[in-house]
């Protein structure tokens, strides 16, 4: 019996042991999580495995990511089968109410020290210019809402703005009689759908090309566009302003063509209008006003681009030897045919070659263009652009010095617009580039071979006017015209892009209305 007893004994030992590890009757205590990160509250749960229901709102009082409540108080015990219910906030309320303080006086680690302390995460900060406030000194801020409320909310987009001091804008002194200021007649004869977007209506596209293959009566419409675009009291305009030279954006296919290309394994075939009486009529009115056409031609075979104002986006098939001869021989027709008007003071033989188009390609076509028009006219100014490689000094040097040139000029093209490397640029850094950089582009040539700036604007990125109203937008207008003006009166000339644009946006491309508007001088002869 004895021997019974023990085993009963032992075998009650074991289950009571086993009793106590059994997860249905063991307990555990809950911390007090509220204000903890959320991620202790997942360890604690995996180690002790207990199940949680957890979810998260916007919470102004409670950090991101820490607890805002729990189902169980901490401090009490919980068996094994218990969930616990955990919030924790997601963040700060992005539709909390912000109020913005008085930051007159104020510095920019002011700023981000309050827009710290209130999570708000969408801000920038930008100079400016002020007449009224010392440099560095806090202008004002704007809210960018998503939408039509008078609250300030987390999420919208603060700007601030601090000063560069006032903004001094130079007076334009044209100082040399000699230098040549003209307009460009852009968009005229070789269509780009961003100065006339209306007439490129349910057009995919906006070069000529594209224009021709999809406009519903597209002779019709293109006629009309010669017609009515520019018409002879523009010239009479341009004469009045003391505007003495046209630079005049011609086609490839001024004579009328049909052309085929085939791009990404795609045959394309075109029909070209023949614009060239409606060219004719422009040299005519150029006679009439006294005023001197540079025939700039401004696409060619295949595109030398591939920009729209090549003729075809997206396409540089030019420096084939069969694209190159036809532009040659059209340069030649082009010569022998206009050399008769009085009004022809020169010819451009190619516009913006892209940067794909080989150097030497490049340079022999132009030794070629130039004895091809010197066959038909011996006196005509010849223009070479610099294929957007006018850095590259040494092998323009050698190619101006080695050549017998006469009556020849170098075409640079200065925007400060285009390309993400402006997006930091304020009016300030835009005037002191134009003084600096680009002064020197037209020095660089100096003695070697005279340089014409045949396109400029005063186009700049939309930061340049953050927080200006409309007064302070036409002084950077004006500053940046005049800084320009009178840095190109030292080169051979220029011609700004362009006359008109047929939109009531671009107003910094629209030559007439910048003059209308007496953003820019309203008289350039000199004599």
Same mark, same amino acid.
């Given at each position: 019996?004895?021997?019974?007893?023990?085993?009963?004994?032992?075998?009650?030992?074991?289950?009571?042991?086993?009793?106590? %590890?059994?997860?249905?009757t063991?307990?555990?205590?809950?911390?007090?999580?509220?204000?903890?990160a959320?991620?202790?509250?997942?360890?604690?749960?995996?180690?002790?495995?207990? #199940?949680?229901?957890?979810?998260?709102?916007y919470?102004?009082?409670?950090?991101p990511r820490?607890?805002?409540? +729990?189902s169980?108080?901490?401090?009490?015990?919980?068996?094994p089968d218990?969930?616990?219910v /955990?919030?924790?906030?997601?963040?700060?309320?992005?539709?909390? @109410?912000?109020?913005?303080?008085?930051?007159?006086?104020?510095t +920019?680690?002011?700023i981000?020290a *309050?827009?710290s302390?209130v999570?708000?995460?969408?801000?920038?900060?930008?100079?400016?210019?002020s007449?009224?406030?010392?440099?560095?000194g806090f202008?004002?801020y704007?809210?960018?809402?998503?939408?039509?409320?008078d609250?300030?909310?987390?999420?919208d987009?603060?700007?601030?703005?601090?000063?560069?001091g006032?903004?001094v804008?130079?007076?334009v002194?044209?100082?040399n009689?000699g230098?040549?200021?003209?307009v460009?007649?852009?968009?005229w004869?070789?269509l780009?759908?961003?100065?006339?977007? %209306?007439?490129f209506?349910?057009?995919?596209?906006? %070069?000529?090309?594209?224009f021709?293959?999809e406009?519903?009566?597209?002779m019709e419409?293109?006629?009309?566009?010669?017609?009515?675009?520019?018409? #002879?009291?523009?010239?009479?305009w341009?004469?009045?302003?003391?505007?003495?030279?046209?630079r005049?954006?011609?086609?490839?296919?001024?004579f009328?063509e049909?052309?085929?290309?085939t791009?990404d394994?795609v045959?394309?075939?075109?029909?070209?209008? !023949?614009?060239?009486?409606?060219?004719?009529?422009?040299? #005519?009115?150029?006679?009439t006003?006294?005023?001197?056409?540079?025939?700039?031609?401004?696409?060619a075979?295949?595109?030398q681009n591939?920009?729209?104002?090549?003729?075809?986006?997206?396409v540089?098939q *030019?420096?084939?030897? #069969?694209?190159?001869?036809?532009?040659?021989?059209?340069l030649?027709?082009?010569?022998?045919h206009?050399?008769?008007?009085?009004?022809?003071?020169?010819?451009?033989?190619l516009?913006?070659?892209? *940067?794909?188009?080989?150097m030497?390609?490049?340079?022999?076509?132009?030794v070629d263009?130039?004895?091809?028009v010197r066959?038909?006219?011996?006196?005509? *100014?010849?223009?070479?652009?610099?294929?957007?490689?006018n850095?590259?000094?040494?092998?323009?040097?050698?190619f101006f010095t080695?050549?017998?040139f006469?009556?020849?000029f170098?075409d640079i093209?200065?925007?400060?617009?285009?390309?993400?490397?402006?997006g930091?640029?304020? /009016?300030?850094?835009?005037?002191?580039?134009v003084?600096?950089?680009?002064?020197?582009?037209?020095?660089r040539?100096?003695? @070697?071979?005279?340089v014409v700036?045949?396109?400029?604007?005063?186009?700049? +990125?939309?930061? @340049?006017?953050e927080?200006?109203?409309?007064?302070?937008a036409?002084d950077?207008r004006?500053?940046f015209?005049?800084?320009q003006?009178n @840095?190109?009166?030292?080169?051979f000339?220029?011609?700004?892009?362009s006359?008109k644009? %047929? !939109?009531?946006?671009?107003?910094?491309?629209?030559?007439r209305?910048?003059?209308?508007q007496?953003?820019?001088?309203?008289?350039?002869?000199?004599?």
């Amino acid at each position: 019996m004895k021997r019974i007893f023990l085993l009963f004994t032992f075998v009650t030992l074991i289950g009571s042991l086993a009793a106590c %590890d059994d997860p249905d009757t063991r307990t555990v205590t809950v911390p007090d999580f509220v204000g903890s990160a959320y991620g202790d509250v997942l360890a604690w749960a995996k180690d002790n495995d207990i #199940e949680l229901d957890v979810s998260s709102e916007y919470n102004d009082d409670v950090d991101p990511r820490a607890v805002i409540s +729990q189902s169980v108080a901490g401090g009490t015990d919980i068996d094994p089968d218990t969930v616990l219910v /955990i919030v924790y906030s997601r963040g700060y309320d992005p539709d909390g @109410v912000i109020t913005v303080p008085d930051f007159t006086g104020s510095t +920019q680690d002011d700023i981000v020290a *309050w827009l710290s302390e209130v999570n708000i995460t969408k801000y920038a900060f930008f100079d400016t210019f002020s007449p009224d406030i010392d440099e560095g000194g806090f202008v004002g801020y704007d809210v960018d809402k998503a939408d039509d409320r008078d609250d300030y909310l987390r999420r919208d987009n603060y700007t601030f703005y601090f000063s560069k001091g006032e903004l001094v804008i130079e007076p334009v002194v044209f100082d040399n009689p000699g230098t040549i200021r003209g307009v460009n007649l852009g968009g005229w004869f070789v269509l780009e759908g961003w100065m006339a977007p %209306d007439l490129f209506e349910g057009v995919s596209g906006s %070069d000529e090309t594209i224009f021709m293959q999809e406009k519903p009566n597209a002779m019709e419409a293109i006629e009309e566009h010669w017609n009515t675009f520019i018409v #002879e009291d523009d010239f009479a305009w341009l004469a009045e302003h003391g505007v003495e030279y046209v630079r005049l954006p011609i086609p490839w296919w001024l004579f009328g063509e049909e052309f085929s290309y085939t791009h990404d394994g795609v045959t394309h075939n075109v029909t070209y209008g !023949r614009s060239l009486p409606y060219i004719e009529q422009a040299m #005519e009115w150029a006679e009439t006003y006294g005023i001197n056409v540079l025939l700039d031609l401004h696409t060619a075979p295949g595109s030398q681009n591939g920009f729209d104002n090549g003729g075809i986006t997206d396409v540089l098939q *030019w420096p084939r030897p #069969e694209n190159v001869a036809k532009t040659v021989a059209v340069l030649g027709d082009i010569a022998e045919h206009f050399s008769d008007y009085d009004s022809l003071w020169g010819i451009q033989v190619l516009n913006e070659p892209g *940067w794909g188009v080989d150097m030497t390609i490049l340079q022999n076509f132009y030794v070629d263009s130039y004895h091809e028009v010197r066959q038909h006219n011996a006196d005509v *100014w010849i223009a070479f652009h610099d294929g957007f490689r006018n850095y590259l000094f040494d092998s323009w040097n050698n190619f101006f010095t080695t050549n017998q040139f006469h009556n020849v000029f170098f075409d640079i093209h200065l925007y400060q617009t285009f390309g993400d490397g402006w997006g930091d640029y304020d /009016i300030f850094d835009h005037v002191d580039f134009v003084h600096n950089e680009q002064m020197q582009t037209i020095a660089r040539y100096d003695g @070697v071979v005279p340089v014409v700036i045949g396109e400029w604007s005063l186009g700049l +990125q939309g930061n @340049v006017y953050e927080g200006l109203d409309a007064s302070g937008a036409n002084d950077v207008r004006m500053a940046f015209n005049n800084a320009q003006m009178n @840095v190109y009166e030292d080169a051979f000339g220029w011609f700004f892009w362009s006359y008109k644009i %047929d !939109r009531d946006s671009h107003l910094e491309w629209d030559f007439r209305r910048l003059i209308e508007q007496d953003l820019i001088p309203d008289f350039y002869s000199t004599e």
